[in-house]
């Protein structure tokens, strides 16, 4: 990771700095290291509401279960699963299913994801507009510019009919060459997901992710113009790890932890807004 990138990650989880511990000894690509009867494990994680969920683990229901968390931030999409891959990290926990197909397909990665913890629906957001209906002829349109969250965010749009797509089309490679019709002859442009909601003014609308409108302090129950619907949803987030490790019992005990009654508290109660739903 740059020294850029570092910096941006500390500065937009600042209050996160308090949990991420910088430990000597990590396990590698061999998986977990385990000392004195307490396993280590290295978690990458987005900042919002991923970092904070894992540290309500470790501050509550890790230690009990033998297991110590290294938790690092990343607010670039394209990063954790690398970091994984390359054994800088045990597990992450930041992304769909739909997104982590995208990048095995891609990058050719060998990883296992258990199954998903929690919900971030996607909205439409806007700096200028008040209602959907307000939105204008040959309006400029933010989407991300990853495969997944690309096809993810023309799907939100799909779902309340302000665009058609190809019908069967699959989301995950899904492309603006798949609309078919497009009423208010809407223009579209991608940039890199985390950069949307600060570029919100230059557009009439823009698709944020989740986790990127916690981080911006947008509140999606009441600032988005369209929401995603959080009920049967695809898009659930996972704790993923190498392949290798899929059944490490100490993975396998912290994505148990992460299932817990007490996670699923946590979140409700700490995620009044809508922003952040249980998926189990």
Do not use: W
């Amino acid at each position: 990771m740059t020294i850029l990138n570092r910096r941006s990650l500390f500065a937009s989880g600042a209050g996160l700095a308090a949990l991420t511990t910088l430990a000597a000894c990590g396990g590698g690509a061999e998986g977990p290291a385990e000392e004195n009867g307490v396993t280590e494990i290295r978690v990458g994680a987005s900042p919002k509401p991923h970092a904070e969920i894992l540290q309500f683990v470790s501050d509550n229901l890790a230690e009990a279960a033998g297991l110590s968390l290294v938790i690092t931030p990343y607010t670039d999409y394209q990063i954790p699963n690398q970091a994984l891959v390359d054994g800088d990290d045990d597990a992450n926990y930041f992304q769909t299913p739909n997104f982590l197909k995208s990048q095995e397909e891609e990058k050719g990665f060998d990883l296992h994801a258990f199954a998903g913890i929690h919900i971030e629906p996607l909205g439409l957001y806007s700096e200028t507009l008040k209602s959907i209906d307000e939105l204008p002829e040959g309006g400029e349109i933010a989407i991300a510019n990853d495969p997944a969250n690309r096809g993810r965010g023309l799907g939100l749009l799909a779902s309340y009919d302000i665009i058609s797509l190809t019908e069967g089309v699959d989301l995950t490679v899904a492309t603006t060459a798949d609309v078919v019709d497009n009423p208010k002859n809407l223009a579209f442009r991608e940039i890199e997901a985390a950069q949307i909601p600060r570029a919100l003014g230059d557009f009439a609308a823009g698709v944020v992710n989740g986790n990127y409108a916690l981080t911006a302090g947008m509140n999606p129950a009441e600032e988005s113009l369209i929401l995603e619907k959080a009920e049967d949803s695809p898009y659930a987030n996972m704790l993923v790890v190498r392949a290798a490790d899929a059944e490490n019992p100490a993975l396998v005990k912290l994505d148990e932890l992460l299932h817990s009654d007490e996670v699923r508290t946590f979140i409700t109660d700490t995620y009044t807004n809508g922003a952040v739903i249980p998926a189990f």
